[in-house]
């Protein structure tokens, strides 16, 4: 438990710091979603430029069973190497990205 | 604040009872996102369907300022309305859906 609790940190420490860039447009915000109850940490953009629509998930987490599943990355950060990095244990992370068959060649978890 | 409160109850309400809504698709998830400190409140689909991936924001309301801001409905499902009839404030509803310039002819909400 103590584990799960340094997991659920480190995703909201690095979902806090990137939620600090600022949308260029001034009708768009980012949004931090942090629940620990239900272990789900999303970083948002949403808003209005001009007369469309912006609204991307740029990044969203969720621990399941003690593993931690990137569930969506729009950016190019290698976010799996940051977790890494902040001790979060490789093989504690699952790429949801990728289809159930191609993670057990991704040398991240598998379920 | 009291208000508030009750705004807050409403939404969680509302989403939890659909989040019990089944996907029909095995390796597809329900999933609540309930962050009442940044008032944030989500249903999402998440998972794979065979090799497609699957990755819905369903609905998401936030608070802002003492307003119910909808955010996402990608149902037929009347969720303005659904609030009213729980209770919440015509007024106190923005659609966000709809860009600036369009909502002080929807009836709801201006900010």
């Known amino acids: 438990m103590v584990q799960i609790e340094y997991y659920r940190q480190a995703i909201q420490a690095l979902l806090t710091r990137y939620s600090q860039i600022q949308p260029q447009q001034s ?7 942090l629940d620990p109850v239900r272990d789900q940490y999303q970083l948002m953009r949403v808003g209005w430029n001009r ?3 912006v609204y991307h998930v740029v990044m969203h ?17 290698d976010v799996a190497q940051e977790l890494v990095e902040a001790g979060v244990a490789k093989e504690d992370i699952v790429l949801g990205l990728h289809p159930p068959y191609k993670r057990q060649f991704t040398g991240y978890g598998v379920v």
């Open 61 to 77: 987490f969720d621990i399941k069973d003690g593993k931690v599943w990137i569930q969506q990355n729009m950016t190019d950060i």
């Open 51 to 53: 007369l469309s629509r």
């Open 27 to 33: 009708e768009v915000e980012s949004q931090l979603l």
